[in-house]
């Protein structure tokens, strides 16, 4: 059984918003062991949505539509799928009154337009959506294939995806079994890579396939297989090909879960029962909301100081005004002074510090855009390094906080 | 002239990715007059890249590719190519030369695979990737149509787009041009907001299309018109309605261009010559993070403290350590010292702060999961606002933050 998915909004083609649904329900389907053979997004158009949608049920069993569905006139996917599927809008009671219970306690929102949203296709099931008031329908087509119509909210699509599609998809259809296992390996390019693990690869049983998926800093190795039967033999082949793969590569395999990396460190600090603190400048708030991405992080998190400004680095982390005056807020004088700065400040095991020019301005032909320092410092010591990234803003901020996790990563595991 | 976006590689499809790619491009064609008719995610799968490929060109005149041309064997996108358009790979040592002169400080970079690289197909004109090694290969295809396939790592691709593809694009066909205004209106559902404008939305000229796009405390008006002559005249017609529907919304239409919140925030507190500071405990450094994320912020923004364990917030943030143990972290109270002992530990015009249970784990009886306190002092006043958001860990934090902003916005409106 496979599955498509169609996004529909003019939104997602002219830019305005990206398509992170699609991401989503793939991933959530995999772990459920149903195959995404494609995702197409489309516009808020009649004809196109039509045409994609017949097309990839000559393709595929179940056809997940997001999108289209609110109250306003550029909604059309629910008229079009009436049409599609010669189904007639009814009123249903029950709808409007999920959607009267949901509004309670907002009088403006529930009106004439909200109102529609309880019209409904009568040849389709209706699936309630308790924390929106588009209903989800969902038809039932000819040769036993589904086409299922959801809101591109992303969290009221999640909520019914999890709650009511995806278990009914694995009643209606029995899924194979698809395994993922990935090991994350730091300090190779990935073409290095290739070449260290091509006699392994090689050797790979061939229900094993296997994908490179570099990040800055890191290689992700996937190995993945899809299985009807014998799961826990090919699990079992996996594991030791991973096996394998932990002798050749040794310490460079800093996971064998496909985890993020604040997870990773996360996990090591809470095991080690040590502390974090950071000291953040040009990165803004970003690493520190990357370790409180992760649920737990309180455990081993201790807070931050965004020192923005440079009366916050001297105020507050007690850098050295004079130090600052000469060697200038991107230098490693200032960096390890924040590091250590903070780390005191909060009482923590360990700290990092970051302080450079994110850019597009602030640059110096000294100091041009992207030169960045980085500090992560424990009680035994205190690394401090100088960078220099050649991107936009955002990139540049983006790739100082792996940085500065990689080399937080690389200093708790030695110590 | 159309276009279409074919995005290739299994992490997509299993969800392990997010394509942001296709937005970029869309967004960047958008501006440049192009209209992207469909985005298409397919795998590492020669089969499915012809097929698409193929009726891609049946629909549009230019197709534009991502993914699948590293080094490694997972990578097809390159030979699958050569067979679609007859074409045969050869060694083209002005490529090589670039991969040698990009990977000369990375000596573990350059190998016999990244070699491979400057392997290409002789039919296709070849553009240097000045940022990576795979080469961007740009096929004229019969019909006076294009293919052209690019590198899937962000940066890259977007380097290439910029300054390659789009200005070729431009030259090959005489582009449209796509008229986009959009209005930010806060304080409306959108279906509310719908049945307040309804009369204004039937009486609009017909080449101007409207569109809701409802975020979370805002709902964005997207009013375009695709036009081949007369484009003053259109964008004054635009103009016109924007006019009478600030009219109709008045204080409710918060800004007249597509910005961030972040943004807007930042040109009045920029144009006030007003500072922020911020103390967060709930959202760990995403509202900073969000401000920062502005380039130029460093002239009102001056930092934060990321107060994650009460210690923070009562030795740093000065909260009182009675009200901390007898109405806990989470209060009006504690909230209120937050925001007042960050606005003057770093001496600023305006503060916020955050203190809430993001879940999943924190809840009880009294305050569950969701429970969230929002501060926002300015000189003169402190306002504190309770919410209780039900959904989980990362989108509790990113509506506590977009709602932080929202208040600020209100408060430094006001003052």
Same mark, same amino acid.
């Given at each position: 059984?496979?599955?498509?998915?169609?996004?529909?909004?003019?939104?997602?083609?002219?830019?305005?918003? /990206?398509?992170?649904?699609?991401?989503?329900?793939?991933?959530?389907?995999?772990?459920?062991?149903?195959?995404?053979?494609?995702?197409?997004?489309?516009?808020?158009?009649?004809?196109?949505?039509?045409?994609?949608?017949?097309?990839?049920?000559?393709?595929?069993?179940?056809?997940?539509?997001?999108?289209?569905?609110?109250?306003?006139?550029?909604?059309?996917?629910?008229?079009?799928?009436?049409?599609?599927?010669?189904?007639?809008? /009814?009123?249903?009671?029950?709808?409007?009154?999920?959607?009267?219970?949901?509004?309670?306690?907002?009088?403006?929102?529930?009106?004439?337009?909200?109102? &529609?949203?309880?019209?409904?296709?009568?040849?389709? &099931?209706?699936?309630?959506?308790?924390?929106? &008031?588009?209903?989800?329908?969902?038809?039932?087509?000819?040769?036993?294939?589904?086409?299922?119509?959801?809101?591109? /909210?992303?969290?009221?699509?999640?909520?019914?995806?999890?709650?009511?599609?995806?278990?009914?998809?694995?009643?209606?259809?029995?899924?194979?079994?698809?395994?993922?296992?990935?090991?994350?390996?730091?300090?190779?390019?990935?073409?290095?890579?290739?070449?260290?693990?091509?006699?392994?690869?090689?050797?790979?049983?061939?229900?094993?396939?296997?994908?490179?998926?570099?990040?800055?800093?890191?290689?992700?190795?996937?190995?993945?297989?899809?299985?009807?039967?014998?799961?826990?033999?090919?699990?079992?082949?996996?594991?030791?090909?991973?096996?394998?793969?932990?002798?050749?590569?040794?310490?460079?395999?800093?996971?064998?879960?496909?985890?993020?990396?604040?997870?990773?460190?996360?996990?090591?600090?809470?095991?080690?029962?040590?502390?974090?603190?950071?000291?953040?400048?040009?990165?803004?708030?970003?690493?520190?909301?990357?370790?409180?991405?992760?649920?737990?992080?309180?455990?081993?998190?201790?807070?931050?100081?965004?020192?923005?400004?440079?009366?916050?680095?001297?105020?507050?982390?007690?850098?050295?005004?004079?130090?600052?005056?000469?060697?200038?807020?991107?230098?490693?004088?200032? /960096?390890?002074?924040?590091?250590?700065?903070?780390?005191?400040?909060?009482?923590?095991?360990?700290?990092?510090?970051?302080?450079?020019?994110?850019?597009?301005?602030?640059?110096?032909?000294?100091?041009?855009?992207? &030169?960045?320092?980085?500090?992560?410092?424990?009680?035994?010591?205190?690394?401090?390094?100088?960078?220099?990234?050649?991107?936009?803003?955002?990139?540049?901020?983006?790739?100082?906080?792996?940085?500065?996790?990689?080399?937080?990563?690389?200093?708790?595991?030695?110590?």
């Amino acid at each position: 059984m496979k599955v498509e998915i169609i996004t529909i909004g003019d939104e997602i083609l002219i830019g305005q918003i /990206v398509d992170t649904n699609s991401a989503w329900i793939s991933k959530e389907l995999n772990k459920a062991g149903f195959e995404v053979e494609r995702i197409t997004s489309i516009h808020d158009d009649e004809k196109q949505i039509t045409e994609t949608i017949t097309q990839s049920l000559l393709r595929v069993d179940v056809v997940l539509i997001t999108g289209g569905i609110g109250p306003t006139n550029d909604d059309i996917t629910k008229n079009t799928l009436c049409k599609l599927f010669n189904s007639t809008l /009814v009123f249903d009671e029950y709808t409007f009154k999920q959607i009267e219970k949901l509004l309670a306690d907002r009088p403006l929102a529930l009106n004439e337009l909200t109102k &529609t949203q309880a019209m409904v296709p009568d040849k389709a &099931t209706i699936i309630t959506n308790t924390v929106g &008031t588009a209903p989800i329908t969902w038809f039932d087509v000819d040769n036993n294939k589904v086409v299922v119509s959801m809101p591109g /909210v992303p969290f009221e699509m999640k909520k019914v995806m999890s709650e009511e599609i995806i278990p009914r998809l694995k009643k209606k259809y029995k899924p194979n079994s698809i395994i993922h296992k990935t090991v994350l390996v730091s300090g190779y390019p990935e073409s290095a890579l290739a070449i260290k693990i091509a006699e392994w690869e090689r050797n790979l049983p061939k229900i094993i396939k296997l994908a490179y998926l570099p990040q800055f800093g890191i290689v992700k190795l996937r190995l993945s297989a899809v299985v009807d039967c014998d799961y826990n033999t090919i699990v079992n082949e996996i594991d030791i090909e991973i096996d394998k793969l932990k002798t050749l590569l040794g310490n460079s395999i800093v996971s064998d879960e496909d985890i993020s990396l604040e997870a990773l460190i996360g996990k090591i600090l809470a095991s080690k029962l040590k502390t974090l603190s950071i000291a953040e400048s040009c990165t803004g708030g970003d690493i520190s909301k990357r370790i409180t991405s992760i649920s737990g992080s309180s455990r081993y998190f201790k807070g931050s100081v965004v020192a923005y400004d440079n009366s916050v680095k001297t105020n507050i982390l007690d850098v050295n005004i004079e130090d600052l005056q000469t060697e200038g807020a991107v230098s490693e004088s200032v /960096v390890r002074q924040m590091a250590e700065g903070v780390r005191k400040l909060l009482n923590t095991d360990y700290a990092i510090a970051t302080s450079g020019i994110a850019g597009p301005m602030g640059g110096t032909d000294d100091k041009p855009v992207g &030169t960045i320092w980085i500090a992560v410092c424990s009680e035994s010591e205190c690394i401090a390094k100088k960078f220099h990234f050649k991107y936009e803003r955002n990139v540049n901020i983006e790739r100082t906080t792996q940085t500065a996790l990689l080399m937080l990563l690389e200093v708790i595991n030695q110590n």
